[in-house]
């Protein structure tokens, strides 16, 4: 394929590094009583998350704070009642179903921090009479992401630039003359119009690095996550003058 008349080839660089997560955040879900009604339940769940909060910002002030919605949740019961003799079946059967029995108030608060204060901060919390349960997860954070995602963009497109010389030496070896890749003062050739297309990802969306029934708190550490990233460019093929 060519462009403007100069042969080109259109190559995929990749770049990959093993990066620790550096914050975690910490899930704490409430669950109240079951009452009659939805308001009652809603008045409870919002007692026992401001019991939450002020235990939050007793045990961790330096941690960033994020409240979930608060809902009045149904619960329900199996009833099972007699059914009345009749002309097309004796007594004594009955009939099961489901009916709702009350209403338990459920939400979450969300709290961010340094990923070193995951076991403080999960022990702050755990043991709080109003938390049903405790979650901590760890993630990369924005900004270490966008640091790494310029050095791997960096190293993305010098592997490709390597991949492009090495098809210009199997070519050139194939049609003759040598070919070396020229990547225009620096800058690869746009592909599909798109200079480079980039994808970084990270452990914002990974599993679970610890649950409030963890044994141990000093476990509580994060794993290393690759970070990948892709680009696609295009160089021009250049034979020698003369």
């Known amino acids: ?34 009452v009659r009604t939805p308001q009652a339940a809603l008045r409870d769940a919002v007692a026992a998350r401001e019991r939450l909060r002020a235990r939050a910002e007793s045990a ?8 979930g919605r608060l809902v009045a949740e149904p619960q329900q019961a199996r009833e099972t009642r007699p059914l009345p003799a009749g ?25 961010d921090d340094a990923a070193e204060k995951a076991a403080a901060m999960v022990d702050a919390l755990r043991g709080h009479a109003d938390a049903e349960g405790v979650v901590a997860r760890f993630y990369v954070a924005p900004a ?17 630039r390597d991949r492009a010389a090495n098809l210009a030496a199997a070519l050139g070896q ?10 225009l003062a620096g800058q690869p050739r746009p592909w599909g ?34 970070v ?14 003369g």
């Open 193 to 226: 119009g798109v200079a480079e297309r980039l994808a970084v990802m990270d452990a914002a969306d990974g599993g679970d690095a610890g649950t409030d029934d963890d044994p141990e708190m000093s476990e509580l550490v994060p794993e290393p996550v690759e």
């Open 60 to 67: 961790l002030p330096d941690a960033e704070r994020t409240d």
């Open 1 to 34: 394929m060519s462009r403007d008349g100069v042969p080109d080839v259109g190559v995929e660089g990749r770049a990959r590094r093993r990066v620790v997560p550096d914050r975690v955040r910490v899930t704490v879900s409430l669950r109240t009583p079951v």
């Open 228 to 241: 990948v990233a892709t680009v696609h460019a295009r160089f021009a093929l250049r034979a020698p003058e």
């Open 87 to 111: 002309a097309d079946h004796p007594g004594g059967l009955t009939q099961t179903e489901w009916v709702t029995v009350g209403y338990a108030g459920v939400g979450e608060m969300r709290l």
């Open 144 to 160: 270490t992401r966008d640091a790494v995602h310029d050095t791997l963009q960096c190293d993305a497109l010098r592997d490709a």
């Open 174 to 183: 194939a049609i003759g003359p040598a070919l070396s890749v020229d990547a």
